[in-house]
């Protein structure tokens, strides 16, 4: 999707609050839901609610921050909304938000500079959130885009951002990357070709779906994100037909 720089500050965090939980058994999960106890282990960064209260200096976006108590019911809710219940499409997408967001501390790309229009939990790019929006709210979407509403990509910045902000609510935000993975990822879901437990299927998923780069040093940063995610995520899963090989 894009190669974030700044995050990897996120992501050494991430890495230095996993202490507590590597070596402890994961929480369960019932009912097929990602309880409270098992999201906070798996983004440990954002397991208080005075999570967002000490971000670091350079984070001036304190209002786009929120905490596991208030990830859990938008994910779960579009779990539910998405018919996702794979662990491998879980832990994929839980690990691709947690990183890009820096573990829930922004909806919007800022770095290393602001992004117009570009966001959500995921930090999808321009051309997907203008989609996603416009699936979701076609007449505020025409609106928002005014004059470009059939040509995206001539929006303006104002116009792109208008149009990212009719999907930064917490339900939405946290949606998109399930949302991308269902629409945008072809034979990734339609398919099963994300493999349980396997980083090397998530790698491929990142290079040739995400196109997030390959510059080492962030590699390593998402590969710490995803093991920990991997390693707690333990769904009773919801049974439906993606369940059947």
Known sequence: ????????????????????????????????LI???VLNAAVPAANSTSSCSNLPAEDKWPSECVDNTVAVTSINKALSKYSISRRADVVAI????AYESGSW???????????????TRCMMSWTFVSDYA??????????????HACNATEATDA???NVLALV???????????????????????????VDGDYDSFLTFN????????DPALVAARKVVWDTVNATITLDMIKNPRDSI
Not at 94 to 97: D, E, N, R, T
Not at 105 to 119: A, D, E, F, L, R
Not at 207 to 214: A, I, M, P, R, W
């Open 159 to 161: 116009e792109k951002d």
């Open 207 to 214: 290079n040739e779906v995400l196109y997030v780069g390959t």
């Open 168 to 194: 930064t609510n917490n339900d939405d935000a946290f949606a998109a990357g399930f949302w991308f993975l269902v629409n945008q990822s072809g034979d990734y879901y339609t398919n099963k070709t994300l």
């Open 35 to 37: 309880t409270l106890a």
């Open 1 to 32: 999707m894009h190669t974030n720089p700044k995050i990897f500050l996120y992501a050494v965090l991430f890495a230095q609050s996993l202490i507590p939980y590597v070596t402890a058994a994961a929480p369960a999960a019932t009912g097929g």
């Open 94 to 97: 839980l690990s691709w938000m």
């Open 134 to 147: 416009k699936e979701l709210y076609p007449d505020k979407y025409a609106t928002a885009i005014g004059q």
């Open 105 to 119: 501390k922004n909806y919007q790309t800022h770095y290393p500079s602001t992004i117009p229009g570009q966001g």
